[in-house]
């Protein structure tokens, strides 16, 4: 399964980057994250039909 997390900023919330990995990276990202107090969202990435 693929996650999008997207970084938000720190004052309004608003997304600033966002990159699309799997789901052996997540805890990888969140981890780094926590370490520098930023602020991430993370949901399903959309798949396409095949």
């Given at each position: 399964m693929r996650f999008e997390i997207?970084?938000?900023?720190?004052l309004d919330g608003t997304a600033v980057d966002?990159?699309?990995v799997d789901a052996a990276?997540?805890?990888r990202i969140v981890q780094q994250a926590a370490a520098t107090g930023q602020r991430?969202?993370?949901r399903?990435?959309?798949?396409?039909a095949s």
């Open positions: 997207m970084r938000l900023d720190e966002s990159t699309v990276s997540v805890n991430l969202w993370i399903p990435a959309e798949t396409t």
